[in-house]
């Protein structure tokens, strides 16, 4: 089997279900495959080959196993159902999933066990499997079964499979590295329409906050107007962001300071990206802004420099620009960071005569004290610009 060379097994790429098999242990014949879509796709004697593995000896029953050969990366779950119906008192059988040998296949193990578990609930009403041979109608049957899950998941990452008594949903859930804990004073904001959400998809949590992410209201907020525990409300967005529906950007404040990145050149470029930026950051109801007049925002922010002061400069007003689209834009799209503030005390002997004192040791950022204690961010320079040995960092 040929593959470009720019795939590599560990190469950590996705591709896509090349073929679907059942296999089972008979009585007599030994392993051997009873069903695939595609037909033919693994051939008799690789099967042969591999055997062994794929339906191996008890100790690896119930375990996931993943075997690459010939190109191949196999990825099963033998299963064994003990009864006295049975030739030998057992069945034995496993369903594999078969890729490419360089695509990655581990977010789809939990997939193949459930999938598994649902032949197993048709073998022991109905011993749907191990009659194959003896009965065409019930072949046909999984043949279509089998093929709806190749074509499913290959094109929607889901599928939903029903039998007698019993339904499963099937969905390739992506692996991802856990999003980072989510402070109070960041601002969900929906990477797709509240449309798209499907109620019978996401838990009632998720529903119940879901009206309040505008992409304005800050995590306390939220939780505040939803009447929802705080601690949950973040578990819930933790949750939103791993799968990609949510992503958390700083709290909008005209005192706010950003700086440009890297990423910005693209917006110089790349014309798609214009017209998606014209549109998300034009002011309802006016004429386009220009991306000259975006660009020349973007390339001005700086430290030192805060959000106020660019308005100040600029007037986005006039230019048809809303301004905490243009933040809000720039941070998904990576053009922008922003710039935090950190107060530290730098005479520790006397942090119980500072207000905030607790806060002022360079861990939290002004956002962060000024949402814990419910005050402004001038309330808290007001407080403590008096105190000569209190500094702040930016970074």
């Given at each position: ?22 296999c089972?242990?008979?009585?007599t ?13 693994m ?7 591999v ?31 003990d ?9 034995c ?11 990655r ?19 022991i ?7 194959l041979?003896n ?48 402070s ?31 992409g304005v ?35 909008f ?23 998606e930026?014209?549109?998300?950051l ?9 991306i000259r ?7 001005n ?21 809303d ?16 710039i ?40 808290l ?15």
């Amino acid at each position: 089997m040929l593959r470009p060379s720019r795939f590599y097994e560990g190469c950590g790429r996705d591709g896509p279900i090349r073929c679907i098999f059942l296999c089972e242990f008979h009585p007599t014949a030994g392993p051997k495959i009873v069903c695939q879509v595609p037909e033919d796709y693994m051939s008799k004697d690789d099967f042969e080959s591999v055997s062994v593995y794929i339906i191996p000896k008890a100790q690896l029953f119930k375990n996931v196993i993943t075997i690459t050969v010939f190109g191949f990366k196999i990825l099963g779950f033998p299963t064994r159902i003990d009864d006295k119906v049975y030739a030998r008192n057992a069945y034995c059988f496993n369903l594999c999933f078969v890729f490419d040998a360089w695509a990655r296949s581990v977010h789809y193990e939990n997939i193949v066990k459930k999938l598994t578990d649902f032949l197993m609930s048709l073998e022991i009403t109905c011993r749907f499997i191990s009659q194959l041979a003896n009965n065409k109608s019930n072949g046909t049957q999984l043949v279509t079964m089998l093929n709806q899950v190749m074509n499913d998941l290959n094109t929607h990452k889901y599928c939903v499979l029903s039998g007698p008594k019993v339904i499963t949903h099937l969905k390739v859930v992506q692996i991802r590295p856990d999003p980072p804990p989510i402070s109070d004073c960041e601002v969900p904001v929906l990477l797709d329409s509240k449309e798209s959400f499907h109620s019978d998809r996401w838990d009632l949590t998720t529903m119940q906050i879901l009206p309040y992410i505008n992409g304005v209201n800050h995590v306390k907020k939220i939780s505040a107007m939803a009447g929802v525990n705080n601690n949950l409300v973040k578990s819930c967005l933790q949750n939103l962001v791993y799968y990609g529906v949510v992503c958390m950007i700083p709290i909008f404040l005209y005192s706010s300071m950003y700086a440009v990145t890297p990423k910005l050149r693209k917006l110089a470029v790349d014309k798609k990206l214009q017209e998606e930026c014209i549109l998300a950051l034009t002011r309802t109801g006016k004429e386009s802004a220009q991306i000259r007049d975006i660009f020349c925002m973007y390339s001005n922010m700086k430290s030192g420099v805060t959000m106020k002061d660019l308005c100040i400069r600029f007037n986005p007003l006039q230019l048809n620009i809303d301004e905490r689209s243009l933040v809000e834009f720039g941070i998904l799209e990576g053009f922008i960071r922003r710039i935090h503030e950190y107060p530290v005390n730098l005479e520790t002997s006397m942090m119980n005569d500072v207000p905030y004192s607790q806060y002022l040791t360079g861990e939290y950022s002004t956002d962060s004290i000024c949402c814990m204690n419910e005050i402004s961010l001038k309330q808290l320079h007001d407080s403590i610009e008096s105190y000569p040995n209190i500094v702040f960092i930016c970074k």
